[in-house]
């Protein structure tokens, strides 16, 4: 399917999604896509602790500061992600929502404050150390799905795993799992090229889901769904962050995602962040 030797281009957002930054090895074997990030052999792979399927954890932001050119796209914000809830990060758009994910999934640093995640400061982290926390930690769910077109539903969701360090037959059933999730189980072997833009985003909530992480991070989510596409992923972050005690962040200005939520935490354009 992929063939032999040569390169595959991976999307960036399945590598940011893992915190894989790096070349890695691909391969397909009866059916399943198996790929491990060059650098990292099974052995660090199994001495890394076992989170899987595990609640949530605190994420909290500690007066946070981040800048481009002397501009502060986020000025002192603090704020908690709590475990077991989904909270909306809302504010008009340049507030900074973007870049305070960006910031949590510890995809960028900030200029001034910390986040700490479980008790771990990632700015105190080497790269190295932020992306193996990132992998084990943090699904984040891009604005653009960041799917390969001729990969199917189900080998695009197996392949975010296997960059995780996830393969054969436990990420082949996670896929399914998370493809059933999220509605598109009768999906799953269609190529995501002939996808709908609504299913595009749903395979990407379910290479998320099913990396099982404490927390879930999504960057305006609903932005490419209709309506009841975007009832039915609320209603689906809801009970995930409820019933697996999930942190669940979505950056949104969609009242409907914003109807499921615990906690809304507003920003405003270069002014302290207030938390409900
Ligand atoms: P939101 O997601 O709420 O729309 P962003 O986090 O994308 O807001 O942006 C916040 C502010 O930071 C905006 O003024 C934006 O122009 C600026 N910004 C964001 N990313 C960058 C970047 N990489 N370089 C320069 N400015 C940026
Ligand atoms: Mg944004």
């Given at each position: 399917?992929?063939?032999s030797?040569?390169w595959?281009?991976l999307?960036?957002e399945a590598?940011?999604?893992a915190?894989?930054?790096?070349r890695?090895?691909?391969?397909s074997r009866e059916g399943?896509?198996?790929?491990r ?6 052995a ?9 399927g595990s609640?949530g954890?605190v ?11 002397g501009d502060?796209?986020?000025d ?6 709590k ?12 507030s900074g ?10 995809l960028d640093v900030?200029?001034?404050g910390e986040i700490?995640v479980?008790?771990v ?8 150390a932020?992306?193996?926390f ?8 891009g604005?653009s799905?960041?799917?390969?077109g001729?990969?199917?539903a ?5 392949l ?8 054969g037959?436990?990420?082949h ?15 799953a072997?269609?190529?995501a090229d002939?996808l709908?833009?609504?299913?595009r985003?749903r395979?990407a909530v379910?290479?998320?889901l ?9 960057d305006e989510?609903t932005s490419?769904?209709?309506v009841?596409q975007?009832?039915?992923l609320?209603?689906?972050?809801s009970?995930?962050a409820h019933e697996?005690?999930t ?6 200005h ?17 002014s ?5």
């Amino acid at each position: 399917m992929i063939g032999s030797g040569g390169w595959l281009r991976l999307p960036e957002e399945a590598l940011l999604d893992a915190g894989i930054v790096d070349r890695a090895t691909v391969t397909s074997r009866e059916g399943v896509v198996e790929l491990r990030p060059l650098g990292i052999t099974r052995a660090s792979v199994l001495m890394l602790p076992d989170i899987e399927g595990s609640a949530g954890a605190v994420v909290e932001v500690r007066n946070v500061t981040r800048s481009y050119s002397g501009d502060a796209a986020l000025d002192a914000v603090t704020a908690t992600f709590k475990p077991g809830q989904l909270t909306v990060v809302t504010g008009p758009s340049g507030s900074g929502k973007s870049t305070l994910l960006a910031l949590v999934a510890g995809l960028d640093v900030p200029d001034e404050g910390e986040i700490v995640v479980d008790g771990v400061s990632l700015s105190r982290l080497s790269r190295d150390a932020r992306a193996r926390f990132r992998r084990d930690m943090i699904a984040f769910i891009g604005q653009s799905p960041g799917l390969t077109g001729f990969l199917s539903a189900r080998e695009n969701v197996e392949l975010g795993l296997a960059i995780r360090g996830v393969e054969g037959i436990e990420a082949h059933e996670r896929a399914i799992d998370a493809l059933v999730a999220v509605g598109l189980g009768e999906h799953a072997d269609r190529p995501a090229d002939n996808l709908s833009a609504g299913q595009r985003e749903r395979v990407a909530v379910a290479r998320a889901l099913a990396a099982r992480t404490p927390v879930i991070l999504a960057d305006e989510p609903t932005s490419r769904v209709d309506v009841a596409q975007a009832l039915t992923l609320g209603g689906l972050f809801s009970d995930i962050a409820h019933e697996h005690g999930t942190t669940f962040v979505c950056a949104t200005h969609d009242a409907v995602l914003i109807g499921f939520a615990d906690e809304d935490v507003q920003l405003r354009t270069r002014s302290p962040v207030e938390s409900s």
